[in-house]
């Protein structure tokens, strides 16, 4: 267990149904494996249902907070895990779209993989940023103002805040290592 985030709270915003189970499970993993504490956010304070792929149902999580109670000052980065349904929902949510925005005006670094951009783009956060996604979504992306790459993971230190993509669960263990380097930064 290395403590590269010991010290560092972050959050984890997701839906309350639809957030792809390994895209949260193992970011939640390696992150409090390098000491970070993390804190489960959702629109409501009911179970999180996850799911592999489109589909077939996963488990089920527990929320520490609901997004509208909780406040980007109290931590450290914000993580966005994919899933198609769960950025779909959360960008439909004000208070979601509000804790995410205050992160980037605060200069909080945040991390977002597969189809988690699209809260971003819903934010108004990426103009002028590079990032990767699930390339369905690049052209959302460019219509906002950002630059797209098809890369596993890429870290955009630009003015603003520090944002971390990657593409899919098969990237996983890059955007993992992206993730923390910003995080510890």
Known sequence: MSNELTGKRIAFLVANAGVEQVELAKPWQALQDAGAETVLIAPE????????GDIEKGDTFDPDQAVGEASADSFDALVLPGGVANPDKLRTDADAVAFVKAFAQAGK?????CHGPWTLVEAGVVKGKTLTSWPSLQTDIRNAGAQWRDEQSFT???EGFTLVTSRK????DAFNAAAIAAFAG
């Open 109 to 113: 670094p945040i991390a977002s993989i």
């Open 156 to 158: 955009c230190p630009a």
């Open 169 to 172: 669960p098969d990237d996983l």
């Open 45 to 52: 304070k009911d179970t999180v249902q996850a799911v592999n």
